[in-house]
């Protein structure tokens, strides 16, 4: 046996002990009420149900029947076989305990007429059975089987056990009926077609049966309830095509990319001659029934890969000629190899794919920043390393061509707090690429990284006279309190110290280790916001939130274009537009230097990429304000370099992509790799028969979400430690061998709680205090979005390098939705989610954060009495193995005229600033010079009026209400700069909408909050 069966053994152990833990099977003699321990397989009274103020939702929180519904095939009657078993707990008055009985097992054949109604079967029979189990009369059950026409036109059966017990019995302290179980046999059916779904060539639809109260399954030609549905997803491989796999190694690309890179491509179109050729996609459509518009589809789609076979055939063509290119290719894989450590060593076909097919967007800065290119890939499948590999060849390219300072590309993503193993996979790329450049010898500024998170992770500056909760230069723990890499991205060793340099003002990162080849100066890394304007870094990661600031701090004028100069102190960096605190516009407190000259030309100072992470969470509002905000920086970059900059992104579904793309960006969007004729049959990944995540879907009956997760808690808890007491006994149950009970105590030993909300989570926890009682000591960390900056850290740590001892480690760890983008360790493999969260693609990035590595377990237990809850859980199988079919589409629109009432006053700001402000050469914050300005001829509000037109591309008749309104708010302006409101002191004031956003989110008006001390 080796370790990977062995885990897969441990998985499915695992997850069988979780259900028969829901239905007692394991159980019988109880001390406890059974109502109230088991949460699977019960069937409450149906005369209590009827009683009961719930409704329809009483029924699916505790209900009186279950069963299964089909579509046979035929037109009826419909003769076919049932099977059915549960059990009846009994209470022992003398003895004060609960006893369970035998299984009440009962069998009969039935014909059902084609008459429309409800058909009743086996009162009698079961009645019987259970007497004779049970020792006495009292409690009843039956099979009904209801006809009704579905919206096809075809006839369905909903076949059901029904409890038709009374609610009380003076001889049954507990009338429910428990393990229940139910078979219909002998039944030839037709599949149902979810409706959920439009039609796909790619995918499909039918679904054998639903299960009402339940879950279903086929076994040996018989459908089968099941109590929680599980589904397999297995893990991908990324080679599934008979020619033989090219070398994609790092260090052989290093030395010859053309070989194997023309080998890739001939593979590609080889696969694509025997699945997208005309004549395979015809005899699929024959045989399948495609309907006209499914074949319409598929053409296209055959198209779209042969424009994507047509890409790496360019990338390639040049890499042969084009020598920088090239030059730069070969280093950044030689910078690849360096960064992976030996944690790999080459790259998976699709990213090389991808790399091959963007190279153009490195060399072509007037045709490809035209096009959105969006990468559409499985989560964990190595997106990242993807961007970076790209990233690193773009800025090797740069140096080659002249470009010897500035930023190359700006990575942004959506959520608050940027992950800090994100962050560390970007400084260890560009730390080695640094490297590379040394060896190479390139001329300019070393490559660095820039952590733009703000206030709240990493300070905005740092003052020489703080005030009490900012950054304090003299205080010697605040460096550390702002700590973002985990380990030396040279030497990949945990030796980070923190020291505030006075003489260059600088946070630093350093590393301790003495033989590394930082040689102890401080690392290449920025992680203040001004430092940032200060030393441009090369690659800039942050939050996109931080857009917003270019209304309101000059100085990010360096994220679109050229500085003003540099200072002529040493280390002091860039300068930017004067102030009375710092006339030479350097950034540095107390800084009397001058401004010099910039090293090259200004118009190569714009950033050549922007990186979006997770686009479709660019939605609603957040999306519709980031939309005009893109427009900005646009524009900025276009009037101050003469070019845009080409925008990738990553996305979890492709619904709508190219209307969001558009709404977004206002550009053309092209998606990486086009979807495969068959779902998880595709040249780039195909599935494998490893196990990647084992999905179990959970309806607690009768009891609270609260009360399953601590009962979910206590089974996996009680379950791993007790292989840790006794590892030879628990594995011989598993049925594999001790030798690898440390590892799956280690893979296994955590276990995630993941919320929706920041209440459940809390509840939960609080619940667990008392409720979660096991052998030992339960250690807890949360990771959410109000969890500490550095404790974040600290959690992190403690995760990927655990504790020796097993009762020193955390065993539970409640997150957020902050967890589910870019939190990747290898050791989480067990996860609790509490309700299905309200988007597909957060289902989709959250339970991607477990087995990773390593196969995994994901319980996701519904709230059966939410609608939405309810219905997946109906179609739970399809809703995992076609997940990205279930994202809704992004809702997003850049024609709010609120929306636009809100970013109108960021985006002139910002044009005030980094346009007017770079060009006067003198500070234009207070009023008076603003308006001294304004009496030079220099600011005309009709050309600004102009310029936010064009910007934003309100140029069709459905934009009329938006510059209807700009015309208002600019002549507003106007009249405001002639006439000042009395208590106008800056630019901002002059505003008619108000000040400029803080922040992308800041969308709906802030409400004051006054409160009196009590």
Not at 47 to 71: N, Q, T, Y
Request: proline share 5%; aromatic share 8%.
């Amino acid at each position: 046996m080796n370790a990977e069966t062995a885990r897969e053994k441990f998985v499915d152990w695992l997850a069988r002990r979780m259900t028969l833990a829901g239905r007692g099977d394991c159980d019988d003699v109880l001390k406890v009420e059974p109502s109230g321990k088991y949460w699977l397989g019960r069937l409450q009274s149906a005369e209590a149900v009827a009683e009961s103020d719930w409704g329809d939702r009483g029924e699916r929180l505790e209900p009186c029947a279950f069963g299964i519904k089909v579509k046979p095939r035929g037109a009826g009657p419909w003769r076919f076989r049932v099977v059915t078993s549960f059990r009846v707990w009994l209470w022992d008055k003398s003895a004060k305990i609960w006893k369970k009985t035998g299984p009440v097992c009962v069998g009969f054949a039935i014909e059902v007429p084609v008459r429309i109604g409800i058909h009743r079967y086996g009162e009698e029979e079961i009645a019987s059975a259970l007497a004779s189990v049970t020792g006495r009369d009292g409690l009843a059950a039956r099979i009904d089987v209801e006809v009704d026409t579905g919206q096809s036109g075809d006839h369905e059966l909903s076949v059901s056990l029904v409890n038709c017990s009374p609610k009380e019995h003076p001889d049954f302290k507990d009338t429910r009926l428990y393990q229940s179980e139910l078979r219909v046999e002998d039944l030839d059916t037709l599949p149902f077609m979810l409706e959920a779904l439009e039609d796909s060539f790619r995918y499909d639809r039918c679904i054998e049966a639903y299960g009402i109260n339940c879950g279903v399954r086929t076994e040996s030609g018989a459908i089968v309830t099941e109590d929680a549905v599980t589904v397999d997803r297995r893990r991908p491989r990324y080679w599934s095509v008979d020619d033989p796999m090219p070398t994609m190694r790092f260090m052989d690309l290093a030395a010859d990319p053309i070989g194997p890179a023309e080998a890739l491509l001939s593979a590609l179109r080889s696969w694509g001659g025997a699945n997208w050729a005309a004549d395979v996609l015809e005899h699929r459509a024959d045989a399948d029934r495609w309907s006209t518009e499914m074949q319409q589809q598929a053409t296209r789609a055959a198209e779209e890969f042969e424009r994507e076979c047509e890409r790496l055939a360019k990338g390639i063509e040049l890499l042969k000629s084009d020598e920088a290119l090239f030059r730069a290719f070969t280093g950044m894989n030689r910078a690849m190899s360096f960064s992976a450590r030996g944690k790999y060593d080459s790259w998976r076909p699709f990213q090389l794919g991808f790399l091959l097919a963007n190279l153009s967007s490195v060399v072509d800065k007037e045709h490809e920043p035209d096009v959105v290119d969006v990468v559409w890939f499985a989560t964990g499948g190595g997106k990242t390393e993807t961007y970076l590999g790209l990233l690193v060849t773009a800025a090797l390219y740069d140096r080659m061509t002249g470009k010897v300072s500035g930023i190359t590309a700006w990575s942004r993503f959506p959520l608050r707090m940027l992950s800090l193993q994100q962050t560390q996979r970007f400084a260890d790329a560009i730390a080695s690429a640094e490297m590379v450049r040394r060896e190479m010898g390139l001329a300019g500024d070393g490559f660095s990284l820039g952590f733009f998170v703000g206030q709240g992770a990493t300070p905005n500056r740092i003052l020489e006279n703080p005030k009490p909760g900012e950054p304090d230069p003299d205080d010697d723990q605040m460096p550390r309190r702002y700590q973002v890499l985990e380990y030396c991205p040279f030497c990949h060793e945990r030796s980070i110290t923190m020291d505030f340099d006075r003489r260059s003002w600088r946070l630093e990162h350093r590393c301790g280790n003495t033989d590394c080849v930082a040689n102890g100066d401080a690392l290449p890394i920025y992680v203040v916001d001004e430092e940032i304007y200060r030393f441009l870094p090369t690659v800039v990661v942050g939050t996109l939130d931080k857009a917003a600031s270019i209304s309101l701090q000059a100085s990010m004028r360096g994220m679109v274009g050229a500085p003003l100069g540099v200072c002529s102190k040493e280390g002091h960096g860039y300068t930017y537009a004067p102030r009375s605190s710092r006339p030479s516009g350097c950034l540095v407190p107390g800084c009397r230097g001058t401004r010099q000259a910039l090293p090259m030309e200004e118009d190569k100072y714009g950033p050549s990429f922007r990186l979006q992470d997770e686009l479709h969470l660019l939605r609603d509002s957040l999306g519709a304000v980031d939309s005009h905000y893109e427009a900005l920086y646009d524009a900025l970059q276009d009037e101050l370099c003469g070019r845009k900059p080409k925008v990738l992104a990553s996305s979890a579904t492709l619904t709508g992509y190219e209307k969001q793309v558009d709404v977004l960006y206002r550009r053309a969007a092209r998606v990486f790799p086009v979807p495969p004729p068959r779902v998880g049959g595709g040249f780039w990944t195909a599935d494998s028969e490893s196990l990647m995540r084992r999905f179990v879907a959970i309806a607690p009956r009768g009891v609270t979400i609260e009360y399953t997760v601590d009962r979910l808690l206590t089974e996996l808890q009680i379950a791993v430690r007790n292989l840790a007491r006794d590892p030879v006994s628990t594995c011989a149950d598993i049925g594999i061998d001790p030798q690898f009970s440390a590892e799956l105590l280690s893979l296994y030993g955590t276990n995630v709680v993941y919320g929706n909300t920041l209440r459940d989570l809390e509840a939960v926890m609080r619940s667990m205090e008392t409720q979660v009682l096991v052998p030992g000591a339960i250690n807890t960390a949360s990771l959410t979005g109000k969890t500490d900056f550095s404790e974040v850290r600290e959690i992190l740590e403690r995760l990927q390098s655990p504790e020796d001892s097993f009762e020193e480690r955390l065993h539970i760890v409640s997150a957020s939705s902050m967890m589910s983008h870019g939190v990747d360790v290898d050791r989480l493999n067990v996860m609790v989610m509490l309700g299905i969260p309200l988007s597909a693609a957060e289902f989709i990035q959250a339970t991607a954060r477990v087995g990773r590595r390593f196969p995994g377990l994901v319980f996701v237990v519904h709230k059966i009495g939410r609608e939405r809850d309810a219905g997946v859980f109906r179609s739970f199988r399809q809703f995992v193995e076609q997940g990205d079919r279930f994202v809704e589409p992004i809702p997003v629109t850049r024609r709010s005229r609120r929306v636009l009432d809100r970013t109108v006053a960021g985006l002139e700001l910002a044009r005030l600033l980094v346009i007017h402000e770079g060009s006067s050469g003198t500070a234009l914050t207070t009023l008076r010079t603003f308006k001294d300005y304004v009496s030079s001829g220099k600011f005309d509000v009709d050309v600004e009026l102009d310029a936010l037109i064009e910007a934003l591309g309100l140029q069709s008749e459905l934009d009329e209400p938006l510059r209807k309104d700009l015309r208002v708010w600019f002549d507003e302006l106007r009249h405001n700069i002639l006439v000042p409101p009395n208590d106008a002191r800056f630019p901002s004031d002059l505003s008619p909408s108000g000040p400029p956003m803080l922040s992308l989110r800041d969308v709906e008006k802030q409400v004051p909050v006054i409160g009196t001390r009590v």
